[in-house]
């Protein structure tokens, strides 16, 4: 016998607890995903503001110490004008106290041509002493320009005097007598075998390094079509460059290798590694180029130096990074502004 069939039903078919979470499960997921990108956003912006507070505390700072520097020059000038000013006049006083005395002994014309004959020496003398006051203050140079000149001393972090360290540039490298510019050798490369030299590729390393605070330098690349700039820990980042002899960049000067450097291309390109190599153009190539190493803010920023137009900027952990050496590669030759040397600036 046929087993029989169960009749159909409207009643809906008892759903598990499983199956019944399933539809609303994408929803779950996105309602999950807004609220963690809405917890990002919000620590962006307490960073933000945190960061911003602690900016603006610090340009204040600087600003005012650059006041407090320009109100003591203004002093000290008009003191310097007022000192001038109070011996000239008195000189010239005394000096029409004598005149006026011999105005009334006049009658005895001999000894009258003669003191008279020595005041006009003297008043001379004091003429051109007074003509001179605003000299004496100011200068051969405009005012502004020479408290500018002076402004130099309090400047922070003031200009490093940075030389270049024979000892870590490849053999294909020539330096300059006074350690300060670096070229590509033409002709027979020298022979080195210090264990600090850039074996393979056309490098050297200031002899300078940097643990903390800030420190600025600048760099005279000229109209050269390229160039290699930024700051390395030698201690990790030596062993680690380059596969090609004479090479001009490679992806090995990356921060995880103790690189932060920015290059110039041919091509009026310019290239960083961060977690990823990063490629861009600039509206006009700088011929003299700023770096600004920051331990405290952990950043190693490149600007123009002529007009401190921002070129790149990279954020990074550096004091755990270890002594920081400034970094030169004056690049290939492949073009005549490149017979040009790379140039460490000076004040």
């Known amino acids: 016998m046929a087993a029989a069939e169960m009749p159909p039903t409207d009643e809906p078919k008892e759903e598990t607890a499983e199956e019944s979470c399933l539809p609303n499960a994408p929803l779950i997921e996105r309602e999950r995903a807004v609220l963690d990108l809405c917890e990002k956003y919000e620590e962006k912006i307490k960073f933000i503001e945190q960061n911003a507070g602690q900016l603006s505390q610090d340009v204040s700072e600087e600003f ?29 006083e005394g000096k029409v106290q004598e005149l006026t005395s ?69 053999h294909g490298l020539t330096l300059s007598k006074n ?73 090995d000067l990356s921060p995880e290798n103790g690189y932060w450097v920015l290059c110039k291309l041919p091509g009026e390109r310019y290239q960083a590694l961060t977690s990823k190599s990063f490629t861009f153009r600039l509206k006009k190539s700088p011929t003299r180029v700023g770096v600004y190493l920051d331990f405290r803010n952990a950043n190693i920023g490149f600007h123009d130096a002529e007009n401190m137009t921002h070129m790149f900027t990279f954020k990074d952990d ?7 050496h400034p970094f030169f590669g004056p690049g290939l030759v492949t073009s005549e502004p490149d017979c040009e040397p790379l140039r460490v600036c000076v004040v």
């Open 318 to 324: 550096f004091q755990s990074a270890g002594k920081l």
């Open 102 to 170: 011999l105005l009334e002994d006049i009658g005895e014309s001999s000894a009258a041509d003669m003191l008279l004959a020595e005041f006009d020496g003297k008043v001379y003398q004091k003429r051109e002493e007074f003509r001179c006051v605003h000299l004496k203050v100011m200068g051969s140079l405009p005012l502004q320009h020479r408290v500018w000149k002076r402004m130099r001393r309090v400047i922070q972090p003031a200009m490093e005097p940075l030389t270049l360290d024979p000892q870590t540039a490849h």
């Open 179 to 251: 350690l300060r510019a670096v070229r590509q050798r033409f002709g027979s490369p020298m022979v080195h075998t210090h264990s600090k030299l850039f074996k393979t590729c056309f490098y050297v390393l200031a002899l300078e390094g940097f643990l903390d605070g800030r420190h600025y330098w600048e760099v005279d690349v000229g109209d050269k079509t390229n160039w290699t700039i930024g700051v390395c820990n030698p201690c990790i980042g030596r062993s680690v460059v380059g596969s090609s002899t004479g090479c001009t960049f490679t992806k």
């Open 64 to 92: 005012h110490e650059l006041h407090r520097f320009l109100v003591r020059e203004e002093q000290t000038t008009m003191a310097r004008i007022r000192k001038n000013k109070v011996e000239a006049l008195a000189y010239m």
